[in-house]
T-cell receptor, first 113, second 113 residues
Framework: KQEVTQIPAALSVPEGENLVLNCSFTDSAIYNLQWFRQDPGKGLTSLLLIQSSQREQTSGRLNASLDKSSGRSTLYIAASQPGDSATYLCAAIGRDSNYQLIWGAGTKLIIKP | NAGVMQNPRHLVRRRGQEARLRCSPMKGHSHVYWYRQLPEEGLKFMVYLQKENIIDESGMPKERFSAEFPKEGPSILRIQQVVRGDSAAYFC???FGTGYEQYFGPGTRLTVT
């Protein structure tokens, strides 16, 4: 059964720093992995989706990598800004189905001005 | 293109009342998924529907919860005789097909008083 873990649960860094958020999954036979952003009391914004055949995806200052053999994905944020403050969620679709997203608990990121 | 729409955005119900949450998928999408986010918890899959069919309801509570996606109109998540533990954010997503990227709506925040 697929399980998704995100560490740390919370992270606070000064503005301008580059940072990495971690996501691990127990079943390496994933279908795809997706990173989302959630602002307090708001909906989910999809940031990047990595198919199982891909190793990374980039969008602006964001870069997500996928290493199925180690069961890990990372979200790299370059030159962080206060507007990046949010909770970042990763979700994987695993072997059991090709549609059911299994979610991590999220990393709450605070960028200090 | 309009995204996934959910209404209402906020819903307050007293214990014992019924809650009806609506989800209109993106244009061209015929697959709908419902997820629930309990306070201070991660998101959990509830149900996967295609037009007029429930494909997987393994995440739905056995009692009081039902979902439908009729041939015409939005998908409906119905909660009968709500209890305080039903208070949560309910998110709907849609996709073009099984295994395709899921696009999320803004969510409905249900509060049971």
């Amino acid at each position: 059964k697929q399980e998704v873990t995100q560490i740390p649960a919370a992270l606070s860094v000064p503005e301008g720093e580059n940072l990495v958020l971690n996501c691990s999954f127990t079943d390496s036979a994933i279908y795809n992995l997706q990173w989302f952003r959630q602002d307090p009391g708001k909906g989910l914004t999809s940031l990047l989706l990595i198919q199982s055949s891909q190793r990374e995806q980039t969008s602006g200052r964001l870069n997500a990598s996928l290493d199925k053999s180690s069961g890990r994905s990372t979200l790299y944020i370059a030159a962080s800004q206060p507007g990046d403050s949010a909770t970042y969620l990763c979700a994987a679709i695993g072997r059991d189905s090709n549609y059911q997203l299994i979610w991590g608990a999220g990393t709450k990121l605070i960028i200090k001005p | 293109n309009a995204g996934v729409m959910q209404n209402p955005r906020h819903l307050v119900r007293r214990r014992g009342q019924e809650a009806r949450l609506r989800c209109s998928p993106m244009k061209g999408h015929s697959h709908v998924y419902w997820y629930r986010q309990l306070p201070e918890e991660g998101l959990k899959f509830m149900v996967y529907l295609q037009k007029e069919n429930i494909i997987d309801e393994s995440g739905m509570p056995k009692e009081r919860f039902s979902a439908e996606f009729p041939k015409e109109g939005p998908s409906i998540l119905r909660i009968q005789q709500v209890v305080r533990g039903d208070s949560a954010a309910y998110f709907c997503a849609s996709s073009f097909g099984t295994g395709y990227e899921q696009y999320f709506g803004p969510g409905t925040r249900l509060t049971v008083t």
